[in-house]
């Protein structure tokens, strides 16, 4: 097909030169296509093939796939990692378990009790040492059991201040971004599946294939081609003399064998640069065989339309 796309482009080039059929109104061109080369991202062997050429295909309808057994362990190795970075970042975004700060409370609720017992035994001794009914030792102490006490439920508060709140903010921070690149690499795991298995991205016709299952695929190898309607389009030559009469968006007419009836087509690109065979020598006697490439996009499907067919073009209005 490109060989054949090649002879065509010279022989109209060619016959452009000689303003061929210009003067009777009609222009040869032809019918080129686009294709889409579909290809996976990863290597791999070609596990299934479920189009053939010639096949229609509708959008989002499976093409190929590459053996996904690496791709999928790969997937759910990264995906349990990071269970394990949101588990960790969860944690540290929390306190202590409810029963652990339930055991901070009763120590809490014991220390309150121990103190108020202290206290009550300071008040006691410092009431008797006035009355010369024991000893300053004693009072002393006393004294030192209500201050020990009175440390232990600061202590104790204070734990339980610790225990309902999360980790620090820089381990928070840690946490987040390991959890944030897992994620990442989950993403990516999942795009590479993908890939490996792709789908139409439009409706079209699969012009070729070029593996059979089984077959080792290297990483952005066309597997399938795949011509959609719209990537047809038409291919022709003007000389100087046509071009001005030419701009994107005009209508023109489009013939061929097989068309029933007359194919409308849009201008869609003027090319600026001039084309020749060369030599030519830049001259006003040699200006006439300079061409343009024009290309058109036909307005509907013809199936008629095939790449590497030749056309007759008319810029009459249609």
Known sequence: MERKSKFLLAAL????????????????????GEFLRIAPTTAGILQTLTVARGDE?????????????????????????????????????KGK??????????????????LENAR????????????????????????????????????????LKVAVLGGRDDERAAAKAAVDAAAQKVTGDERLLREAAPRAAAAGKVEDTFYRAGEFVQAGAPVV?????????????????????????????VGCDGCKGAVTATISFLSNQAEFTPPIIYSVESRDKLVF???????????ALRPGLPVDVSLAAP
């Open 120 to 159: 009550k035994e300071y008040d006691r001794t410092t009431s008797l040492i006035e009355k010369d009914a024991t000893s300053v030792k004693q009072r002393d102490e006393a004294k030192a059991a209500y201050e020990r006490a009175s440390a232990r439920v600061a202590e104790v508060e204070a734990n």
């Open 13 to 32: 080039m060619l016959c452009a030169l000689s303003a061929c059929n210009e003067d009777g109104g009609k222009i040869n061109g032809y019918v080129e």
């Open 225 to 253: 081609s795949l011509l959609p309607p719209e990537n047809v389009k038409i291919r022709f030559f003007v000389s100087q003399k046509i071009l001005p009469q030419l701009q994107a968006g005009q209508k023109i007419s």
């Open 57 to 93: 295909v509708k959008a989002g309808d499976a093409l190929f796939s590459i053996d996904l057994t690496a791709l999928t362990a790969q997937r759910d190795s990264d995906k349990a990692l990071l269970e394990q970075a949101q588990a960790k970042w969860a944690d540290l975004t």
């Open 293 to 303: 490439l024009v290309e058109a996009k036909p307005d509907a499907f013809y199936p």
């Open 97 to 114: 378990r409810p029963e652990e700060i339930a055991v901070i409370t009763q120590q809490k609720a014991q220390a309150a009790a121990d």
